[in-house]
């Protein structure tokens, strides 16, 4: 799982969680996938994102070496800071772990990259 | 009208196109019938009249024509002559080839239901992928919509309730493969033709409750939900009131599923639709139908979402599914119901019912047809006889 996936996700799911979000990340493999660089992509993903929740979710991995801490209001220019934006959004990849529910601490585990949302339906009903 | 030399070939048509001076060819092209090399060598030397100076040349022409001869779109039913005829200048290739670049024969991870690459090609078109959107399929399966959606440039999200499918630890699909390979998986697929960098993610989720953070907006949305035909249409739940399960099952527990109707799919995809795209952008998606029982007006709709495509695949005699393009031209959200029309549509009990129909028909009709058979045979027998 890529961090820009982490960013858009929520417990929202779980009974009586009113935000669920960010979901904190418990990783026990991550892995550095190659990814083709594609300034114009990451430029237009950018406004889409939290960057407070990315930066802190690289920070909590390990990962947010000379990622700045906001983003500066010409970031479009920077290809320095597109191409280390386009690293932790899409290179760092989660592969074994959890992901955390801020509210009620619910884990949802990642397997293979693959992070696994279900509910039990015990928690539906 | 009489017919003059300048009728048969127009001179200012063509001296627009040939010059004396370069080399050009003659393509033959057949739409729904097939000719060999020979009777296509054939067509071509039929063009002889035509006053074109330059030299032949096969291999690098300067100039292109292509003649193509039409016969219609049903394959069971090629008439004998041609029902049009083109010819022109070439000027650039379709994206045609894409459909056997793209064929699930070669594909390495594929389901049951993977949509054939014709369709999907056609799907991401309809939803105007271009370079850098955001796509994501909420029933995503094997993936086959997002091949395509990533060849024009998408950059993609899936996600799908069966987790056995994501991890490609489902039972093959192909004739003759007793294991799946190891690579299968949807971001294999996206390596395999080299668009392995715009796969973002896929998650194991329920389409029927919330994932995906309140204000993110998507640039497509294509999907082909499941019609609870051939894949189950399932939400997670429980019938039993009161259901506890323990703390050591809840490690790798494979939660239980209820129906998840398709009314209730369409009008939640429809309601996610409104949510999470962008004004201006495409959710593409297929609805089954019983061909008889449509009603333009009954198709799933949303004040936000207005239909702009509407075309009919012919899957047997009784059924049919649409392909649905819905533009988003609102971001003013109601607090929608549930559709009221998709409360009567339940298409596996009408699927299963004009199944029963038909396979009661297909008897008589067998039974029938072995008596007639009978009873020629006996006076056939007969008439030996009475020689």
Not at chain 1, 3 to 12: A, D, E, G, R, Y
Not at chain 1, 22 to 33: C, D, E, G, K, R
Not at chain 2, 304 to 321: D, F, H, I, Y
Request: with cysteine.
């Amino acid at each position: 799982m890529k961090l820009i996936t982490h960013n858009m996700l929520t417990s929202k799911c779980l009974k009586g969680v009113v935000t669920g979000y960010p979901l904190s990340i418990n990783a026990t493999n991550i892995n550095i996938t190659e990814v083709d660089y594609n300034p114009e992509f990451i430029t237009r993903i950018i406004p889409k994102l939290d960057w407070e929740v990315l930066w802190r979710a690289a920070d909590s991995i390990g990962h947010s070496d000379g990622l700045p801490q906001t983003i500066e209001p010409k970031f479009e220019e920077n290809n320095e800071f597109l191409k280390k934006a386009h690293r932790v959004l899409l290179e760092v990849d989660i592969e074994e772990g959890n992901l955390v529910c801020p509210e009620s601490g619910r884990r949802f585990p990642i397997s293979k990259g693959i992070p696994n949302m279900l509910l039990t339906e015990a928690e539906v009903q | 009208m009489e017919i003059s030399e300048s009728h048969i070939c127009p001179s200012e048509l063509l001296d627009a196109v040939s010059d004396p001076n370069k080399s050009f060819k003659v393509e033959v092209e057949t739409f729904c019938k097939h000719f060999t090399m020979k009777q296509k060598v054939e067509k071509i030397e039929n063009f002889s009249y035509l006053p074109l100076g330059g030299a032949v040349n096969l291999n690098k022409p300067d100039v292109t024509f292509s003649y193509i001869e039409f016969y219609g779109v049903d394959p069971n039913n090629v008439p004998q002559q041609p029902c049009d005829l083109f010819f022109g200048k070439w000027i650039a290739d379709g994206q045609r080839d894409l459909i056997k670049v793209h064929t699930l024969k070669k594909r390495e991870f594929i389901g049951n239901t993977s949509m054939d690459a014709q369709l999907s090609i056609i799907m991401a078109n309809q939803a105007q992928i271009a370079p850098g959107d955001v796509v994501l399929d909420p029933f995503v399966g094997s993936g086959s919509l997002l091949v395509s959606a990533a060849h024009f440039g998408g950059y993609i999200w899936g996600a799908d309730i069966d987790f056995m499918m994501l991890h490609a630890r489902t039972r093959p699909t192909r004739v003759g493969q007793k294991v799946r390979n190891k690579e299968e998986s949807i971001r294999g697929n996206l390596r395999q033709y080299g668009i392995g960098s715009q796969y973002l993610d896929v998650l194991v989720s329920d389409f029927s409750l919330p994932l995906w953070r309140q204000d993110i907006k998507f640039d497509a949305l294509i999907t082909d939900p499941p019609y609870g035909v051939r894949e189950p249409a399932e939400k997670i739940g429980i019938e039993r009131d009161n259901y506890t399960l323990s703390a050591q099952h809840l490690d790798n527990h494979i939660p239980s599923k209820v129906e998840y109707g398709l009314p209730h799919i369409y009008s939640d995809l429809l309601n996610f639709a409104a949510q999470h795209l962008s004004i201006g952008r495409r959710l593409v998606c297929w609805y089954p139908l019983v061909r008889d029982e449509y009603l333009e007006e009954q198709l799933p709709s949303h004040p936000c979402m207005q239909l702009v495509g509407n075309s009919e695949q012919v899957l047997s005699k009784m059924t049919a599914r649409r392909l649905l393009t819905y533009q988003k031209i609102s971001d003013d959200i109601p607090n929608m119901p549930h559709d009221p029309h998709g409360a009567a549509h339940n298409f596996r009990d009408k699927y299963f019912a004009v199944g029963e129909i038909s396979r009661r028909e297909k008897k008589e009709r067998r039974a029938e047809e072995i008596a007639k058979t009978a009873s020629y045979l006996k006076a056939k027998r007969e008439e030996c006889n009475k020689e």
